[in-house]
């Protein structure tokens, strides 16, 4: 793990709608943040001590041809696949894997500021546009048909963040602590910011190898729906820091209401609060068929 000292920074973005106004958010404590993201090998481990579920790809009312598509495509599928980013996980088996490690998930805003740092960069590694040697987001390379396009972690040492974190754009989008709040950066300046993850809805950071360059921004937030696990989701732990309770791997995760409206009204929002997303991605996000 990584120390990240205590620290002040601007957080988000203005020139994205889902990520402003910017703010200054203030980190009070020090925290140590997993270098790379959890791998297959580490997350088998969980799985091996009956402390965690497999992963595989699951939501509520997950169609069988989805599971059909997709499942292949999960990294624990894979048998020569140990070193890359455990995928197809949601938000409780993030946390149930964090708390076998005796650690836990980042906020929100601890992610975004190990990424990014106090000098305001806009990627982890500064504010060069990405390319296909800084991270892994679509366009680099077409994966086989069976297989998520991710990369061994740490494939790009050099794309490091200004604490040294490895693969904070790109590979998987990574789960964090906090519960989407779509109004959460409108209460202005901040001090140890979380919203409790209560609800369906949760917050995924960093983009990943099936979304746009323009996703992997480190002030990115992709609003998603905890109880899917898919062939982009993924995770990294954190650990010290300032206490919190501990979140609960189910309670607060109902599906996506069923009535039309609310189906709408999630995709609405889903396409209003992101850009460069295409619209299956945000029915993935609600939990409805695509």
């Known amino acids: 793990m990584l120390r990240v000292p205590a620290g002040s920074f601007v957080m988000g973005s203005d020139d994205d709608k889902g990520a402003k106004p910017t703010h200054k958010v203030t980190i009070t404590k020090d925290f140590f943040l997993d270098k790379t993201e959890v791998t297959v090998a580490d997350f088998a481990k969980c799985v091996a001590a009956k402390k965690c579920t497999p992963a595989f790809i699951h939501g509520p009312d997950m169609p069988e041809d989805e599971l059909e598509k997709y499942g292949k495509m999960c990294n624990a599928a894979q048998p020569d696949r140990g ?16 708390a076998f490690a005796g650690k836990r998930l980042p906020t929100e805003a601890e992610w975004e500021y190990a990424a990014r740092g106090a000098d305001g960069r806009k990627y982890p590694w500064g504010n060069e546009e990405p390319g296909c040697d800084h991270a892994v987001g679509s366009g680099c390379g077409r994966p086989p048909p069976d297989k998520a396009g991710t990369k061994p972690v740490g494939s790009f040492p050099f794309a490091k963040s200004p604490f040294g974190a490895l693969d904070m754009s790109g590979n998987v989008w990574e789960w964090v602590y906090d519960g989407f709040d779509p109004g959460v950066y409108a209460k202005g300046d901040a001090v140890d910011p979380a919203a409790e993850p209560a609800g369906a809805t949760g917050v995924l950071r960093g983009g990943s190898w ?9 002030t990115t937030r992709q609003k998603f729906q905890r109880r899917v696990g898919h062939v982009s989701t993924g995770f990294r732990c954190a650990q010290g820091g300032v206490e919190r309770e501990k979140p609960d791997a189910e309670q607060g995760n109902p599906a996506v209401g069923k009535s039309k409206d609310a ?25 409805v068929k695509p």
């Open 83 to 98: 070193d890359h980013p455990v995928n197809c996980v949601d938000y409780g088996q993030a946390v149930a894997y964090c």
């Open 210 to 218: 099936d979304f746009a360059p323009s996703r992997l921004t480190s």
């Open 263 to 287: 189906v709408a009204r999630c995709l609405k929002e889903c396409m209003d609060e992101t850009d460069g997303i295409q619209p299956g991605q945000c029915q993935l996000a609600c939990g």
